[in-house]
């Protein structure tokens, strides 16, 4: 392909979702600070409130990142009593990790999170639910998550 032939990067698709993702990250912000929890860490409430109890692995899955990456947010909640880690009776290298009380009310109130970036997007809720199936969509083609069948959404 000639240099030419490039396409600006506002019509590049991988830029465009780098882009809205510092977008994004930088709406939050504010209020995660005020809630005190980094954006690794609203994931992991956000995984727990999913299904409690989860491994660290699991919860690693589920996020599509390595267990060592989970481990050290998930310790620093554990610090700032948000959860619970027991490791399993069962398999003692498994670490199950359980949202307190405090983790649980944190997960409600940071549903807020989505609402102002539906809120300061200027888009509908429906508009806002087909963008996301769109990005999932072509998150799964791309990972080889719809080659095997997986129909989970966010």
Request: aromatic residues 4%; glycine residues 6%; contains cysteine.
């Amino acid at each position: 392909m000639s240099r030419a032939a490039l396409l600006p990067l506002d019509e590049q698709l991988c830029f465009s979702l780098y882009a809205a993702n510092i977008a994004v990250n930088r709406t939050y912000k504010p209020l995660l600070d005020s809630m005190q929890i980094t954006y690794p860490q609203y994931l992991v409430l956000n995984v727990l409130g999913e299904e409690d109890g989860m491994t660290v692995g699991a919860i690693a899955d589920r996020l599509a990142l390595d267990s060592s990456t989970v481990t050290p947010p998930v310790k620093r909640m554990e610090a700032a009593g948000l959860v619970e880690r027991r490791r399993s009776k069962i398999d003692e290298r498994q670490v199950h990790v359980w949202l307190t009380e405090d983790g649980r009310a944190l997960l409600q109130r940071s549903s807020c999170l989505g609402e102002e970036l539906v809120r300061k997007a200027g888009m509908s809720l429906e508009q806002f639910k087909t963008l996301n199936e769109q990005v999932l969509a072509l998150r799964q083609a791309l990972s080889g998550e719809a080659d095997r069948g997986d129909e989970r959404t966010l």
